[in-house]
């Protein structure tokens, strides 16, 4: 089975900065890339798939690229709300693996 | 509102069962492909069980693969997830989620989850 990670697994930044967060795929999964947001306590949101199409009312700072293997989720200037965990997830074939996420903090 | 309310979640002993459903509204249920995916408490998003449509294909993550059975009625507009054999290591928020109108899709859709103890 296709193995997904992410990097960092953590990472804490300031109000405006760029974030970028990479995920890659032991194997090559085309463009079937989506990622996720998941608040404290809340339920996982769909930002990004087709590894750089933004889902319908997700905000434009935030933006997917890549194809193959390595795939980046950037957040062009941090905010407060962005305060989540990021989620990266294969949906080629089954199993639709997701990576192991990456804690974001203001 | 497009809508997944999942149900069925509790408290279940090492070996019991348990059965979960998630009741869709608010779209045609009968055309999109559905999964389960839980979260063990404080940890990250597994996916464990998809089926399409029309219910012609089903899988499973290895973890739960003998164990589990997935299902579904579109008649009543529902998904099940079959829990047998249960172990402590199935404690999880479970969702369902649904996979997006294209074949092979992410989840655009995700029920609010209902959760899962296995204890003694």
């Known amino acids: 089975d296709i193995q997904m990670t992410q990097s960092p697994s953590s990472l804490s930044a300031s109000v405006g900065d760029r974030v970028t967060i990479t995920c890659r795929a032991s194997?090559?999964?085309?463009?079937?890339l989506a990622w996720y947001q998941q608040k404290p306590g809340k339920v996982p949101k769909l930002l990004i798939y087709?590894?750089?199409t933004l889902q319908s009312g997700v905000p434009s700072r935030f933006s997917g690229s890549g194809s193959g293997t390595d795939f980046t989720l950037t957040i062009s200037s941090l905010q407060p709300e962005d305060v989540a965990t990021y989620y990266c997830?294969?949906?080629?074939?089954?199993?639709?693996?997701f990576g192991p996420g990456t804690k974001v903090d203001i | 509102e497009v809508q997944l309310v999942e149900s069925g979640g509790g408290l279940v002993k090492p070996g019991g069962s348990l059965r979960l459903s998630c009741a869709a509204s608010?779209?045609?249920?009968?055309?999109?492909?559905m999964n389960w995916v839980r979260q063990a408490p404080g940890k990250g998003l597994e996916w464990v069980s998809s089926?399409?449509?029309?219910?012609?294909?089903?899988y499973y993550a290895d973890s739960v693969k003998g164990r589990f059975t997935i299902s579904r009625d579109n008649a009543k507009n529902s998904l099940y997830l079959q829990m047998n054999s249960l172990r402590a290591e199935d404690t999880a928020v479970y969702y369902c989620?649904?996979?997006?109108?294209?074949?092979?899709?992410?989840?655009?859709?995700w029920g609010q989850g209902t959760m899962v103890t296995v204890s003694s």
């Open positions: 989620a649904r996979e997006g109108p294209t074949v092979n899709d992410a989840f655009d859709i």
């Open positions: 608010g779209f045609t249920f009968s055309s999109y492909s």
């Open positions: 089926i399409s449509s029309s219910s012609s294909y089903i």
């Open positions: 194997q090559g999964i085309r463009n079937y």
């Open positions: 087709a590894a750089s």
């Open positions: 997830q294969k949906y080629n074939s089954a199993p639709f693996t």
